[in-house]
């Protein structure tokens, strides 16, 4: 196998190193913008051991899937995070009687074929069993402005993504909010509230187009909200509205209601007075 640094990885930094004296098998099966698989089989001398360092993302990446022997002595965090941070992901046969051992790690910002499959009614999106699936819809139909932007991540627009998820969160742990402590599910099919998914305002909610990087971007921050609390995420989607819960598009900026707002992409996202 190569040992050499692979300079053509355009995230971050693969670099596999054998330890010495050991002998050591393994395959990158993807490395690109959205996510990182890797399979290895380790064979050797005890103790036999190989490891994968990452450094330097500019997207965070969720564990999507991680099969292992049960002598490997493996521990797999389930969220990576751009910064200055490296991972190291070490695999090793972890007795003397199996000096043999295995892995199948997968990141990435979304799962295989799971999500965004078409639905043709609101009750069939209320039946969906993912709250990540749901909130990535809401997400994804608010930011229609977005869906066909293909640059190179971590932009999203003008914010309007992490702004929209920004509004869903706020909702969630604002006490002074109508639908403090409910579930995100729950929040984004109240009715008259995010109408691309309660109404079908564009038809985006559901017929996505998983094939986007826009799409792909609001199943990250679904990931990230799901499976992290405010303190976490807090630092990891950055927030230009504050603590706002409620935006219209710029065509309703006479709305009376509107206190405070702040424009983000073509959203108004406003305090409610």
Same mark, same amino acid.
């Given at each position: 196998?190569? %040992?050499?640094?692979?300079?053509t990885?355009?995230?971050?930094?693969?670099?596999?190193?054998?330890?010495?004296?050991?002998?050591s098998?393994?395959?990158?099966v993807?490395?690109?913008?959205?996510?990182i698989?890797?399979?290895? *089989?380790?064979?050797?001398?005890?103790? +036999?051991?190989?490891? *994968?360092?990452?450094?330097?993302? &500019?997207?965070?990446?969720?564990?999507?899937?991680?099969?292992?022997?049960?002598?490997? !002595?493996?521990?797999?965090?389930?969220s990576?995070?751009?910064?200055?941070? $490296?991972?190291?992901?070490a695999?090793?046969?972890?007795?003397?009687?199996?000096?043999t051992?295995?892995?199948? $790690?997968?990141?990435? *910002?979304?799962?295989?074929g %799971?999500?965004?499959?078409?639905?043709?009614?609101?009750?069939?999106l209320?039946n969906?069993?993912?709250?990540?699936?749901?909130?990535?819809? &809401?997400?994804?139909?608010? +930011?229609?402005?977005?869906? &066909?932007?293909?640059?190179?991540?971590?932009?999203? !627009?003008?914010y !309007?993504?992490y702004?929209v998820?920004?509004?869903?969160?706020n909702?969630?742990?604002n006490?002074?909010?109508?639908?403090?402590?409910?579930?995100?599910?729950?929040? $984004?099919?109240?009715?008259s509230?995010?109408?691309?998914?309660t109404?079908?305002?564009?038809?985006? +909610?559901?017929?996505?187009?998983?094939?986007?990087?826009?799409?792909k971007r609001?199943?990250?921050?679904?990931h990230?909200? *799901?499976?992290?609390?405010?303190?976490?995420?807090?630092?990891?989607?950055?927030?230009?509205?504050?603590?706002?819960?409620?935006?219209?598009?710029?065509?309703?900026? %006479?709305n009376?209601?509107?206190?405070?707002?702040?424009? $983000?992409s073509? %959203?108004?996202?406003?305090?409610?007075?």
């Amino acid at each position: 196998m190569n %040992n050499k640094k692979d300079n053509t990885v355009s995230r971050g930094e693969y670099f596999p190193k054998p330890e010495i004296n050991n002998i050591s098998n393994g395959e990158i099966v993807n490395y690109n913008d959205l996510s990182i698989k890797w399979k290895h *089989v380790y064979y050797g001398s005890y103790p +036999c051991s190989y490891y *994968v360092s990452l450094r330097n993302l &500019t997207t965070n990446l969720l564990l999507i899937k991680s099969e292992y022997s049960p002598t490997s !002595g493996y521990t797999i965090p389930k969220s990576l995070f751009t910064g200055n941070h $490296v991972y190291r992901f070490a695999v090793k046969a972890a007795d003397y009687m199996n000096h043999t051992a295995w892995s199948q $790690v997968e990141f990435g *910002v979304s799962s295989s074929g %799971n999500f965004g499959l078409p639905v043709n009614t609101l009750n069939e999106l209320k039946n969906l069993p993912s709250e990540i699936d749901i909130v990535a819809r &809401t997400i994804y139909g608010e +930011c229609d402005d977005e869906r &066909t932007y293909t640059g190179g991540l971590p932009y999203y !627009g003008e914010y !309007g993504q992490y702004s929209v998820a920004w509004t869903i969160i706020n909702r969630k742990y604002n006490s002074s909010s109508d639908y403090y402590g409910q579930s995100y599910k729950s929040i $984004v099919l109240a009715p008259s509230q995010y109408v691309a998914i309660t109404e079908d305002e564009n038809g985006l +909610c559901r017929h996505p187009n998983t094939s986007t990087l826009a799409w792909k971007r609001s199943l990250e921050l679904a990931h990230l909200m *799901v499976n992290n609390n405010q303190d976490v995420l807090k630092k990891i989607i950055p927030n230009v509205i504050l603590d706002r819960m409620h935006f219209f598009a710029k065509t309703y900026i %006479n709305n009376p209601h509107i206190g405070n707002p702040i424009v $983000v992409s073509d %959203n108004v996202f406003f305090y409610w007075v």
